[in-house]
């Protein structure tokens, strides 16, 4: 039997990169899956074709998750068509990269809105469904969330205060949700990668001289794949982990340990 057999998972921003990565694999492990997008629609439709041909159930869902009503409509659209939901991945941002003081107010706000209040916006909605349906018929859960934050909600980014104090401040929201609603059976966890080769990232990894200054911060000698990240999110939102709760699972080829003090600093 596949490990998400049966479920309804709702991934955002799941038309490239991470997000493409975590709706292959859900789908691949039995789930019907709902494609979040704000941009970039024919990434998005070529997706949920993939995973049609495959067998799988994919619905295309447009919406800007930092737009309240936008999110919204997402969930009253994925739960008319499939019933219930099961499994939320908060995957949804971007990047707008400045040091602090060319860093404009829009810039600012806008990482801040996507990335941590979109992942607020979502979970609400989330944890609304999963009281009004009750519990699961196919998981000991009443439904999972789990947040895509990043390394950089441990380790500072001089030149993205943004993006770093958003996934610092998701860090927090996991946790204080989890410690919430975990007696409603509703478990939640927090991924974060470390360097993942994807589109936001493209101009380090395409580039020779970047990539090996990059390799000398990731112990492990590699960059990550977005199978890697969505392999382990498949076995965190499955019940073999049914007792993980309310902690962040680091997938960075150990970035996280800090290497420059590998020989002592």
């Not at 478990?187 to 990059?214: F, H, Q, Y």
Request: glycine residues 12%; aromatic residues 6%; proline residues 4%.
């Amino acid at each position: 039997m596949k490990p998400l057999e049966g479920q309804k998972a709702l991934v955002t921003g799941g038309n490239s990169g991470i997000g493409a990565g975590l709706a292959t694999a859900f789908a691949k492990a039995g789930a019907a899956v709902g494609i979040n997008f704000h941009r970039h629609a024919a990434e998005a439709q070529a997706l949920a074709d993939s995973i049609r041909s495959d067998g799988g159930e994919a619905l295309l869902l447009q919406g800007d998750v930092s737009n309240e009503a936008d999110v919204q409509c997402m969930f009253k659209t994925f739960t008319d068509k499939f019933g219930r939901i099961d499994i939320l991945a908060a995957n949804a941002g971007l990047q707008k990269d400045a040091a602090i003081t060319s860093m404009t107010l829009e810039e600012w706000r806008t990482v801040i809105d996507t990335n941590l209040t979109g992942a607020f916006l979502c979970a609400r909605e989330a944890i609304r469904s999963f009281l009004a349906q009750g519990p699961s018929p196919v998981s000991p859960a009443t439904g999972k969330i789990l947040f895509m934050s990043s390394v950089h909600q441990r380790i500072p980014w001089g030149g993205h205060v943004n993006y770093a104090t958003a996934k610092g401040g998701m860090k927090l929201l996991m946790e204080t949700l989890a410690q919430e609603v975990g007696a409603k059976k509703i478990r939640i966890n927090g991924i974060a990668p470390g360097a993942i080769k994807t589109p936001i990232n493209e101009e380090v990894w395409s580039d020779p001289e970047k990539m090996n200054a990059l390799l000398k911060l990731i112990p492990y000698g590699r960059i990550g794949e977005p199978e890697d990240v969505a392999r382990a999110a498949v076995w965190l939102a499955s019940d073999d982990a049914d007792y993980v709760h309310g902690t962040t699972l680091f997938i960075d080829g150990g970035m996280s340990l800090y290497p420059g003090f590998g020989d002592n600093g």
